[in-house]
């Protein structure tokens, strides 16, 4: 029924660029935030960037200056352009979709607020 797909992962050295897509296919709740997490090897999924239905957009501190999340609410396609990237952002990264409104953009980094999730996308970074 709904389905999201990522893609864009690979292996970089440290401080170069990669960029995710994740399609929505079948996903019409395009007022909605949408996220994406990371986890990394032996870790709790934490979100990373999130956009709401206005286009505003949350960071962990951790990835600010650095990631940028965007979405293409036409073709239902949500990306993150990650840029100097380091070993510690290595993992599977994920987007998220809830099924309502989370109501306020601070919960649209938390996990459990999503119900739709994909299958991830894998992120090496090397020293």
């Known amino acids: 029924q709904v389905q999201l797909v990522e893609s864009g992962g690979g292996s970089v050295q440290a401080g170069g660029s990669l960029k995710l897509s994740c399609v929505a296919d079948g996903y019409t709740y395009t007022n909605y935030c949408m996220g994406w997490f990371h986890q990394p090897p032996g870790k709790e999924r934490v979100g990373v960037a999130a956009?709401?239905?206005?286009?505003?957009?949350s960071y962990v501190d951790s990835v600010k200056g650095r990631f940028t999340i965007s979405r293409d609410i036409d073709k239902n396609i949500l990306y993150l352009q990650m840029n100097n990237l380091k070993p510690e952002d290595t993992g599977m990264y994920y987007c998220?979709?809830?099924?309502?409104?989370?109501?306020?953009?601070?919960?649209?980094?938390?996990?459990?607020?999503?119900?739709?999730w994909g299958q991830g996308t894998q992120v090496t970074v090397s020293s």
């Open positions: 956009i709401d239905g206005e286009g505003i957009t």
């Open positions: 998220a979709a809830p099924v309502r409104d989370i109501g306020s953009r601070f919960w649209c980094l938390v996990r459990t607020e999503y119900t739709y």
